[in-house]
DNA sequence: GTATCTGCAAATTTTTTGCCAGTAG
DNA sequence: CTACTGGCAAAAAATTTGCAGATAC
């Protein structure tokens, strides 16, 4: 047999390897973990978690394993901009185009069409809906890399 | 004429007293602030700025103010969660649902269709979209008040 | 007049960083 | 071996809070 065992575990080393990144104990504990779990952990939660596992481990490699599985592609972050909350005074419908290089945000006219929405409505069962936010991100005029292509989705 | 000639300042003063609020200088420069620009910028971005028309104030009030507007319907504040970042390790076309209430995030099968998607690419003009984000935001099956209606949209 | 708000400073919370020792390749 | 990592603790950044004086109504 030619199956791996944990056909996970030869997934993130993959990955590590093709960003250039090694292969450690603490970034399979923590991406065994993110891959475990649908509760989209913080940092804080991960730590906690991955420690039972993995009692030596600290807050600041899991900050940094993270940060190395979203780099390459293994996870997603789920936060708007660096750190800081951003505020914005139109209250009317419409969206935000957020620049991956400079964070800059800029709006986005109209919204989704009302199907559209009804149909999301529907998927979230045991939910009472109450407002939608969508973030296009990309690159603005400004930050555009020369000739990079297009992946399909953030 | 009965027309006030800052119809911006009546329509603060109506919202707050709306929510039981007062009516400060402080908060009438931050909503101008927001008013008036386009840069959804950070609580700082938003002193330093206001800080120029009101030598006086300060970053903590700055942050009240605009947690005052927000309640009051008069901005948006555009983050995820309350602080923290969440990661997900799921890394497939999915989108999200936040409670409101007690900040659990659901996963929502599924994603936009293809058109509404190309739709959205042309609406960013200038912009390389290389990716988007949902999310929901709505009261989870254990959080919800009895009985409140469901608004258009947060 | 009085409840609410502001400003200040200190506390919290979240995230990042520097540095030395440990380890993957 | 040697460069990349992890752990620790300290720093930085973002946000919140307590309280006394100021202010809206």
Redesign the pocket.
Known sequence: MTMNPAPREGRLRQALEANG???????AAVFRYLSHTDVHP???DVFLAVRLA?P??????V???L?TLVGCGLAVKL?YA????RYDGRTDPHHHARCIACSRVVDLPGDLSRGEVDALRDRATGFTVTGYRLELSGYCRDCLPAGSPAPARA
């Open positions: 990144q090694r292969f450690t104990e603490q970034r913080t940092a804080d993995l030596g481990i600290s807050l600041a490699t900050y940094k394993s940060e936060s660096d750190a800081a909350a």
